[in-house]
C-alpha cells in the first residue's frame, strides 16, 4: 500500500469519529489515537519534504499521556528547489481528538508554518491535554519543493 494510499486512509478513518457525541474538547473525549494513523511517540524524528506537485496531506497522531501538558515540535534544516524557500513553508495543522482540516480550520485548530533553512529551526509548543492528538502536514500545489526538513517530538 502507498504511503499516499495510507494517509488517505487515516483522514477517512478518522472523519468517521469526528461525529462523536463527545466533541474532542469536552470531558476526557477518545483514548487513543486512529489504528490507519502514523503514531508518533516522544524523541522519534521524521523527515519532511515536499514536490513540486505538493503532496496529499501526511496524517500523524501523538498520545498525550497524563501528566504532560505541551507537545513541542522541533523542526530543523532543510533546503528548497528553487534556492530561495519563498512559498516552500512546511504547513502543519494540530488538533486534539480529530484530524485538523486545514482547508476549513476552526478555532480548536492549531496552524505553524516553519521555513526551510539549512542552519533554520523552529519550535512550536501547545498546551495539551492528554489524549490523542493529530498533526496534518499540508503542502500546497503552488509549492516550488523543498527536502531535508527534520521533525522531532517532545512531550514535557
Same mark, same amino acid.
Given at each position: 500500500?502507498? &504511503? !499516499?494510499?495510507? #494517509?488517505?486512509?487515516?483522514?477517512?478513518?478518522?472523519? @468517521?469519529?469526528?461525529? =462523536?457525541?463527545? $466533541?474532542?474538547? +469536552?470531558?476526557?473525549?477518545? #483514548?487513543?489515537?486512529? #489504528?490507519?494513523?502514523?503514531?508518533?511517540?516522544?524523541? *522519534?524524528?521524521? /523527515?519532511? =519534504?515536499?514536490?513540486?506537485?505538493?503532496?496529499?496531506? &501526511?496524517?500523524?497522531?501523538?498520545?498525550?499521556?497524563?501528566?504532560?501538558?505541551?507537545? &513541542?515540535? /522541533?523542526?530543523?534544516?532543510?533546503?528548497?528547489? =528553487?534556492?530561495?524557500?519563498?512559498?516552500?513553508?512546511?504547513?502543519?495543522?494540530?488538533? &486534539?481528538?480529530? *484530524?485538523?482540516?486545514?482547508?476549513?480550520?476552526? =478555532?480548536?485548530?492549531?496552524?505553524?508554518? !516553519?521555513?526551510? /533553512?539549512?542552519?533554520?529551526?523552529?519550535?512550536?509548543?501547545?498546551? +495539551?491535554? #492528554?489524549?490523542?492528538?493529530?498533526?496534518?502536514?499540508?503542502?500546497?500545489?503552488? @509549492?516550488?519543493?523543498?527536502?531535508? *526538513?527534520?521533525?522531532?517530538?517532545?512531550? $514535557?
Amino acid at each position: 500500500m502507498s &504511503r !499516499y494510499f495510507a #494517509a488517505f486512509l487515516a483522514v477517512a478513518a478518522c472523519a @468517521t469519529n469526528s461525529e =462523536s457525541p463527545n $466533541p474532542p474538547d +469536552a470531558g476526557a473525549g477518545p #483514548a487513543s489515537c486512529e #489504528a490507519l494513523v502514523v503514531h508518533l511517540g516522544p524523541g *522519534v524524528t521524521i /523527515d519532511v =519534504s515536499s514536490s513540486a506537485a505538493g503532496n496529499p496531506a &501526511r496524517v500523524y497522531c501523538m498520545m498525550v499521556p497524563d501528566g504532560s501538558s505541551q507537545i &513541542r515540535l /522541533d523542526l530543523t534544516g532543510g533546503t528548497c528547489a =528553487s534556492g530561495a524557500c519563498l512559498g516552500d513553508d512546511v504547513n502543519m495543522y494540530l488538533k &486534539r481528538g480529530e *484530524v485538523p482540516d486545514a482547508f476549513d480550520p476552526d =478555532s480548536s485548530t492549531t496552524a505553524w508554518t !516553519y521555513t526551510p /533553512d539549512p542552519n533554520g529551526f523552529g519550535t512550536f509548543v501547545k498546551v +495539551a491535554q #492528554a489524549g490523542p492528538w493529530y498533526l496534518s502536514i499540508i503542502d500546497d500545489q503552488n @509549492t516550488l519543493g523543498y527536502h531535508g *526538513v527534520k521533525m522531532t517530538l517532545a512531550l $514535557p
